[in-house]
Every structure is written in structure tokens, then in C-alpha cells.
């Protein structure tokens, strides 16, 4: 790269400023969000018509694969990866840097703040496997002892979706 003629300070400033630009620019393309257990059970419920009968599965599953960060990416023994907050496994559900797998979509889209996307693949997961799909369930939430209970840390029976389908999970 040619810089105009300045002072080599001027272009160490420069080189400087450009980079740390370059840097906000990249950075801004992947938000991610890291949430809270009410804060995830309420949108769940509220935006996405969860029942509230399986939050506490949601939610168990959630926090013992991603630790409800939307950004989490773990790579696997057999190199797949699993993405997002419900640690969407690449070798089946997703395809890494195109569209594809039994959801029909990008893995990588599944490690932002859209959380959309994964909810619509978890549900499609769960109807076709249950929760047993994912080993944090199964290892740490299979007990119902082992739940969460939103109802008094959350107040879920308070909480109410805009629009009840007869087929929410």
C-alpha cells in the first residue's frame, strides 16, 4: 500500500487508525448477546410462543449447552461444530458457509443476536428427535428434579404470548 508523503510517525498513526477501524467494521457484523434466564424464558414465551409447560426444558438445555450466549461456537472431535444457543450441530442441521443441512441455513448464522433463526431449527430439532438431540439435556436436565423453576424465579404463568398457535412449542 502507498501512503502519501508523510512523516513515518504520520504513517504509523495512519496505519493505526486504519486498523482499528477495520477492526469496529469486522467486529459489528457478528452481535451477539449473552442472556439472562428471565430475560431468554420471557422472549421465548412472549415473541416466539413457547409453551410454557417446556420452558423449564428450553431453558435447562440452554444453560448446560450455551450458557445462554448467543455467540457460542464449540468444535467437535469429528470436526463439526455446534453454533449458537442451542449448539446446532453443523454435521446435520446446518451448513458451514452456505445454506444447507436439515435446516436450510448457514451455521454461522446461528452464532448472532437473531435469535430467530435458531429457534425456528431448535423447534424443527425437537419435533424430530425430542429433547434427547442434545447431550446437555440429557445429561443435566432428563430429571425433572434437575429444572428450573420458572414459574417462581421467572414468574412465568404471569407472562402470555401475543398469538397461541395450536403447534407452539
Known amino acids: 500500500m502507498l501512503l502519501p508523503d508523510m512523516s513515518n510517525k504520520s504513517k504509523v498513526r495512519f496505519l493505526i487508525v486504519l486498523g482499528?477501524?477495520?477492526?469496529?467494521?469486522?467486529?459489528?457484523?457478528?452481535?451477539?448477546?449473552?442472556?439472562?434466564?428471565c430475560e431468554l424464558t420471557r422472549v421465548m414465551v412472549e415473541n416466539y410462543r413457547f409453551q410454557k409447560t417446556l420452558m423449564s426444558n428450553w431453558i435447562c438445555l440452554i444453560e448446560h449447552e450455551s450458557n445462554l450466549d448467543t455467540n457460542k461456537v464449540t468444535r467437535n472431535t469429528n470436526n463439526s461444530k455446534n453454533y449458537g444457543l442451542f449448539q446446532i450441530n453443523s454435521?446435520?442441521?446446518c451448513a458451514e458457509g452456505?445454506?444447507?443441512?436439515?435446516?436450510?441455513?448457514?451455521?454461522?448464522?446461528?452464532?448472532n443476536d437473531d435469535i430467530s433463526d435458531d429457534i425456528a431449527c431448535a423447534k424443527t430439532i425437537q419435533e424430530r428427535d425430542g429433547f434427547k438431540y442434545w447431550k446437555g439435556w440429557s445429561r443435566y436436565c432428563r430429571n425433572t428434579q434437575n429444572l428450573p423453576n420458572l414459574d417462581v424465579t421467572c414468574k412465568l404463568s404471569s407472562l402470555s404470548s401475543a398469538y397461541r398457535s395450536p403447534n407452539a412449542y
Not at 477501524?21 to 448477546?33: H, T
Not at 452456505?98 to 452464532?111: F, I, T
Request: proline letters at 0%; a positive charge.
Open 20 to 37: 482499528v477501524l477495520a477492526l469496529i467494521l469486522c467486529g459489528s457484523e457478528v452481535e451477539s448477546k449473552k442472556y439472562m434466564r
Open 91 to 93: 454435521k446435520d442441521y
Open 98 to 111: 452456505r445454506k444447507g443441512g436439515v435446516c436450510n441455513m448457514k451455521c454461522e448464522d446461528l452464532s
